[in-house]
Nanobody, 126 residues
Framework: VQLQASGGGLVQAGGSLSVSCAAS????????MAWFRQRPGKEREFVAA????????VYADSGKGRFTISRDNAKKMVYLQMNSVKAEDTAAYYC????????????????????WGQGTLVTVSS
């Protein structure tokens, strides 16, 4: 599967922004999808993931209550809606995919994901 992230840009603190990831290839509905981010000078970190069957979202503490991950299997798309953004949300956001389900604890681990898209840059101005 190939992944193409888009939707990044400049947003004011407290505002909202949605980033999207388009997937190509078959069996998208059988892929766990996730968003990771890499803040300036920091290592890549987990943001959110969405399961296959029940489309349950899993979130890093940093995004709980502010971020929502969703997927549209018919369109082969995954989205990350970010509300009440903060300066510390400034980062390159990457979508990732893995075939088949994984334990809940594994959904936040980057080495569980085989496929990665290029990053889309989100800049939050304070």
């Amino acid at each position: 599967v190939q992944l193409q992230a888009s939707g990044g840009g400049l947003v004011q603190a407290g505002g909202s922004l949605s980033v999207s990831c388009a997937a190509s290839g078959a069996d998208f509905s059988n892929y766990v999808m996730a968003w990771f981010r890499q803040r300036p000078g920091k290592e890549r970190e987990f943001v959110a993931a969405i399961d296959i069957v029940n489309k349950r979202g899993v979130y890093a503490d940093s995004g709980k209550g502010r971020f929502t991950i969703s997927r549209d299997n018919a369109k082969k798309m995954v989205y990350l809606q970010m509300n009440s953004v903060k300066a510390e949300d400034t980062a390159a956001y990457y979508c990732a995919a893995r075939f088949g389900r994984v334990a809940l604890s594994g959904m936040s681990t980057s080495n569980q994901y085989k496929y990665w898209g290029q990053g889309t840059l989100v800049t939050v101005s304070s």
